[in-house]
Each structure stands twice: as structure tokens, then as C-alpha cells.
């Protein structure tokens, strides 16, 4: 990007969030701006004997306020792979990591109630549409919607992969996976954090189990209800032979085949419900790693005053002329032209110590503060969407128990009213 078409940041700045209220009050990029995917295409790349075949998803950025002046044009297309979300994605990730951030759709197919993949048109279609909800979800969140390699993913075709890979955010990643990796036992663990953390297993223990039973109860009512062929087809071909009772038979067996085909479009809108189910699935692990976050920072502050407290020590037995390892082994003391040398350079390092003890407080401190309010804001918002999904997915349910319960009714009717 040239420095002409530099993005110009929001005059509101996020740093003034302190409340959930602050939050939602905050300019976002989706107030100036509408995205959308609008459609996805499969592409081949390789040698004719040996292709690779992807899937392509093409963003489209409208702007709807005419004076706003953050992107370079009114409108723009610009095709993407699901590995360059996941770039933007794992971006985001280390370089916000006091944020929840907003989770990708599925990679893979998971708890899938028949046999599919990636390339399926249903698959593709369904992860087109969560793609366009995390770019929604990261265009209405304050802290994420102005970050200059956001805007870039969604004008920059050329060059975007190699400037955010100039960013750094890989030795970031890297550097963080290491230390995450360290398993973690804080002296003083924040109970609040702590609660929030196993909050999020909780949540990701119990989606999974939810949409592990919807995928096998599917399964079985898809199986039973596509049976109910094998009804119309034989009431059918009953009334060829039957003059009397034809009609009420065939008429009998249209209403099995319309139960085995209401099933298609129930098993339909039933993956769109799992796929905002499957969301605070990943948007758990997300809430789980910005607990981690804060854990980390936590450490590095116990470390601090660990490091504090050995010099403390370190510096007494100078004083006293025990800090050689002559005194050490032999019981004798330090020269005072050592000792004063010893104790001068520990009393550097110790008010060193006491500058990186008070950095690491107010890092935590400032980290706890965002933190809180994106919980909040994230509990506030999970509410809302799982209560709207799940009254969804009932309603569905009770729909088709109901039209199944008519179609029998129907052909009770059928068969009473036979001569």
C-alpha cells in the first residue's frame, strides 16, 4: 500500500473501553462498511497428470458511508483460500492477545451424521457463510475491525501474504507456542480467570457432546424417515391391483413419500443450527487461550519477584562477605574493597529487578482490564446467539414432529375413508 493510500485510523480510540456499554458504543469498520462472500470456485492448480484442487471464496467490500475514508475504494472484490483466513486468523491471534478472538468454521468435517468432505457443494457453501460471519464478527469488534493487515486482507490481492508475514506474527507465534507449552502452576492463580478458563472446557465439553447426539440422532431419523419410501412405493403399487381401495392407497402412499422427503430440507437447516452451535465450540478454545494469556503474563510476574527475592538473598550474604566461594567452602569473609564491589553491582541489579517487577504489574494490570471486558462482552453476546440457535433448532424440531404427525393423520384419513 502507498503511503497516499494509507488507512486513516479511527478517530475513537479503543483504548478508552472500559465497560461493555464502552464497547458497544465504539466505532466499527461494519458501520461504514458491508462484507459479504458472495460466491465460492473450486480452481486446479498442478500439471494435467497431477492437480490439486481449492476452493476460492470471493469478498466483497461496499462502503455505505460516502464520506468515510478508511479504505482505499468504494468497492472491491477480492478472492481468497481458506489458508489465507487462517493467516489472517492466527494474525490476530498473537498480535490482540487480550481479545476473544472470533473463531474460523470447521477445516475439517466434524461430527458429521453421513459421509462427507471438504469438497462437498453443502460443505463449501456452509463454510462460505461462516467465513463471511468471522469477517463480520472481526469488522464489528473495536480493537480488531482498524488493524491495518485486516484492511489489507480485504483490498490487497498482491503482496498481502508477504507484508503480513513482514509483520513478524510468525516469530511471535512461535515464540508463544514455546512458552505455552510450559505447563503453568502459578502460586497465587486469579480465581476470577480461573473460573472463566474452566468455564471454557465446560462449554466446549458440553456443545461437543450436544452436537455429537444431534449428528446420531439425524443420522436414525433420516435413515427411518427415507424408509418411509419403501411405504409409498409399495401402497402404490398395491392400488394398481386394488379397484376399490386404489385411490385411498395411492393417496396413502403420496403421504409416506412426503414424509421420506420433508427429511432433506430438515437435515438442511438442521447443519446451518450446528454450524452456529459448532462457533461457540471454537469461540470456547479461544476463551480457554486468552485465559492462557493471562496466565503467562501472570508468570512472567512471579518470575520477576523470584528473580527479586534471589538477589535479595544474594545480596545479604555479600554483605555479610559470604558471597565468594572461598568464604563459601572455608568459612571465611570477603575483602571489603569485594564486598563493596559485590554488593554495589547486586544493588543495580536489584532496582532492575524492581523496574521489571512494576512493568510486569502494570502489563498484568492493563491486560486484566481488557480481558474483563471482552469476557463480558463475549458472555453478553454468547447468550444472546445460543438462546436465538437452540430455540431455533426446537422449533425445528417441533415443526417436523408436527408435519410427520399431520402426513399420519392423512393417511389414517386415507384409509378410514377406503370402501
Not at 468515510?68 to 489465507?84: A, D, G, H, N
Not at 478454545?285 to 510476574?301: I, W
Request: aromatic share 8%; proline share 3%.
Amino acid at each position: 500500500m502507498s503511503k497516499d493510500n494509507t488507512p486513516v485510523k479511527s478517530p475513537k480510540s479503543p483504548k478508552a473501553i472500559k465497560t461493555v456499554e464502552d464497547f458497544e458504543n465504539q466505532d466499527t469498520l461494519l458501520k461504514h462498511v458491508d462484507i459479504t462472500i458472495v460466491e465460492s470456485e473450486k480452481r486446479a492448480n498442478g500439471t494435467l497428470h497431477v492437480r490439486d484442487h481449492y476452493t476460492v471464496y470471493l469478498v466483497d467490500l461496499k462502503v455505505t458511508d460516502p464520506d468515510y475514508k478508511l479504505v482505499q475504494s468504494k468497492i472491491s472484490t477480492i478472492w481468497r483460500r481458506y489458508t489465507e483466513f487462517e493467516q489472517i486468523h492466527d494474525y490476530l491471534q498473537v498480535t490482540y492477545p487480550h481479545v476473544v478472538i472470533p473463531p474460523l468454521p470447521e477445516k475439517r468435517v466434524l461430527y458429521a451424521w453421513r459421509k462427507s468432505d471438504t469438497t462437498d457443494p453443502e460443505f463449501v457453501e456452509r463454510r462460505r457463510a461462516g467465513l463471511e460471519n468471522f469477517l463480520l464478527r472481526v469488522a464489528s469488534h473495536p480493537r480488531l475491525c482498524f488493524d491495518d493487515q485486516f484492511i489489507n486482507f480485504l483490498q490487497e490481492e498482491h503482496g498481502w501474504r508477504e507484508t503480513i508475514t513482514d509483520s513478524g506474527y510468525l516469530l511471535q507465534a512461535e515464540n508463544k507456542i514455546k512458552s505455552l507449552s510450559v505447563s503453568i502452576r502459578l502460586k497465587k492463580p486469579d480465581p476470577e480467570v480461573e473460573s472463566f478458563k474452566n468455564y471454557g472446557k465446560q462449554l466446549e465439553t458440553n456443545l461437543g457432546n450436544f452436537l455429537y447426539t444431534r449428528s446420531k440422532i439425524i443420522e436414525k431419523n433420516y435413515a427411518l424417515c427415507k424408509l418411509h419410501a419403501n411405504y409409498g412405493k409399495l401402497f402404490s403399487e398395491w392400488s394398481v391391483i386394488e379397484k376399490e381401495m386404489g385411490d385411498g392407497l395411492q393417496k396413502a402412499g403420496h403421504y409416506f413419500d412426503s414424509i421420506a422427503d420433508s427429511i432433506d430440507s430438515v437435515a438442511e437447516d438442521e447443519e446451518q443450527l450446528a454450524d452456529q452451535l459448532k462457533e461457540y465450540l471454537f469461540y470456547a478454545g479461544a476463551l480457554q487461550q486468552l485465559c492462557s494469556n493471562h496466565e503467562a503474563l501472570q508468570r512472567n510476574l512471579e518470575q520477576a519477584q523470584d528473580t527479586l527475592n534471589n538477589r535479595l538473598a544474594e545480596r545479604t550474604r555479600a554483605a555479610a562477605g559470604k558471597s565468594g566461594i572461598m568464604s563459601r567452602l572455608f568459612g571465611t569473609t570477603d575483602p571489603d574493597i569485594v564486598r563493596d564491589q559485590t554488593t554495589r553491582a547486586l544493588d543495580a541489579k536489584i532496582q532492575a529487578d524492581n523496574e521489571a517487577i512494576e512493568k510486569a504489574k502494570l502489563d498484568l494490570e492493563e491486560f486484566t482490564k481488557k480481558v474483563m471486558v471482552e469476557i463480558d462482552h463475549f458472555q453478553k453476546q454468547k447468550d444472546k446467539d445460543l438462546h436465538e440457535s437452540l430455540v431455533n433448532f426446537i422449533t425445528l424440531q417441533v415443526k417436523a414432529a408436527k408435519r410427520n404427525l399431520q402426513a399420519w393423520t392423512q393417511i389414517k384419513e386415507c384409509l378410514q375413508n377406503m370402501p
